[in-house]
């Protein structure tokens, strides 16, 4: 019979199941070797298609990388390839500068630009408003992640994504958005956290910029993909992925890289994301 892992005790403490539903790893410590060597195999740029992040490749100037990232992010639900085809579309309307082109154009002339555009729940006036927001927020604070950083300084990190979030709502002049989400009601946030392991995290894959805020404070994205490899793992047996089901899997992960929990998230959800690794592939790497 296979050894099951044992939960970390901050998890098991929680009510949930002491034992893993992940059968084939007998320690942490060995876990986390199958991870990095995960990790070092395929957080790679030749990875990254088809995911948004690769949008924010175009850019160097990180006030433009901010803009990319907060539409890739935001328009990041539904099938990849249509997601793909919508920030693409948005973007390239931005020209070679989304910051500076947001920063010489009216609302007015952005609403116009983008009467037609409409993905799922998203329309063109919305993206329109949160873009002019973020753009004037950038004017007004240098760079959205300073605006981050300093509700961080005063707040903490949850309450910080809270404030950002209300902030440039209420900037952009709206009362609900498709694309912006908040932890305070109770959302896995899933599309938030992405946008922020983005800017936040600098590797192979991850292109970074927001140096003053800690890789340690991160949340990690609970897409499917990852949902299923948490529950795979054990670090959840929560039924719907919720901000408590976030708070689960990444201390979980924390576990493993306590000042990077976010780290193999996206080599964990190239299982599911590209068509030539799939969840059995998945179980197969980590089996023993």
């Known amino acids: 019979m296979q050894a099951l892992l044992r939960v970390p005790k901050n998890i098991a403490a929680r009510g949930h199941a002491t034992l893993c539903v992940f059968p084939l790893k007998e320690s942490i410590n060995t876990l986390k070797d199958s991870l990095e060597n995960l990790y070092n195999r395929f957080n790679r740029r030749e990875f990254v298609h088809p995911d948004p992040l690769e949008y924010l490749y175009r850019y160097e100037d990180l006030c433009d990388r901010e803009i990319a990232g907060l539409v890739a992010s935001g328009l990041a639900y539904g099938r990849v390839e249509q997601i793909l085809n919508a920030a693409g579309s948005v973007l390239d309307e931005l020209g070679s500068s989304p910051s500076l082109f947001l920063g010489e154009t009216s609302l007015e002339t952005l609403l116009s630009l983008f009467g037609d555009f409409k993905y799922r729940f998203t329309r063109g006036s919305e993206i329109a408003q949160i873009m002019k927001a973020a753009s004037e927020l950038q004017l007004e604070y240098g760079c959205l992640g300073n605006l981050l950083n300093q509700f961080v300084s005063s707040k903490g990190y949850v309450e910080a994504l809270n404030l950002m979030i ?53 949340f990690v994205p609970a897409d499917t993909h990852m949902f299923r490899a948490a529950k795979f793992l054990g670090f959840t047996s929560r039924r719907t992925a919720d901000w408590r089901t976030v708070e689960e899997i990444t201390e979980g992960f924390r576990t493993l890289c306590p000042d990077d929990p976010v780290k193999y998230d996206f080599s964990l959800t190239r299982f599911g994301i590209r068509d030539d690794l799939d969840m059995n592939g998945l179980q197969k790497e980590l089996g023993s």
């Not at 002049?173 to 600098?202: E, F, H, I, Q, Y």
């Not at 970074?208 to 404070?217: L, P, S």
């Open 166 to 218: 209300s902030t440039i709502m209420r900037k952009a002049d709206l009362s609900t958005s498709s694309m912006l989400s908040l932890p305070s009601k109770g959302s896995a946030c899933k599309r938030l956290n992405l946008w922020m392991r983005w800017m936040v995290r600098s590797d192979d894959v991850d292109p970074g910029g927001w140096d003053r805020i800690e890789t340690a404070m991160l």
